[in-house]
């Protein structure tokens, strides 16, 4: 927190990382507070209110990825059909894997399924 106080724009940035890295959300919304204050731009605000209604903080695109994993497309299917890369794609699902704490594609389907993010078939 002391550092969070300075007026060095540098300890700020520094107590910042340090207090998201341990957790002290509150502490880090004063240090991202203060930087904007000085113009910083870039901080995260945190998720959007779409991510943090959603019960298991997905993203929008992350729900899109997901709808189109639960009709059986591959990731390179994914890509083509949102007119991204496939290592776009690796990227989302790898996140839906992790948010939905599933080892396998199919896995994340059924959690999804089970917290009522994805319609069942």
């Excluded at 990825?65 to 290592?87: I, K, Q, T, W, Y």
């Excluded at 080892?103 to 917290?115: M, N």
Aim: aromatic share 2%; with cysteine.
């Amino acid at each position: 927190m002391a550092l969070c106080l300075s007026d060095d724009e540098s300890s700020i940035t520094e107590a910042h990382g340090r207090l998201q890295a341990m957790g002290a959300a509150a502490a880090a919304k004063i240090a991202a507070r203060r930087l904007r204050e000085r113009g910083v731009r870039g901080i995260a605000r945190g998720p959007r209110r779409a991510t943090r209604s959603n019960p298991a903080q997905l993203t929008p695109r992350e729900l899109t990825v997901l709808d189109l994993v639960a009709e059986g497309l591959s990731n390179a299917e994914v890509a083509e059909r949102l007119f991204v890369s496939p290592r776009t794609v690796d990227y989302h699902v790898s996140a839906l894997l992790r948010k939905l704490d599933a080892r396998t594609r199919g896995e994340a389907v059924a959690a999804a399924r089970r917290l009522g993010v994805v319609e069942p078939r």
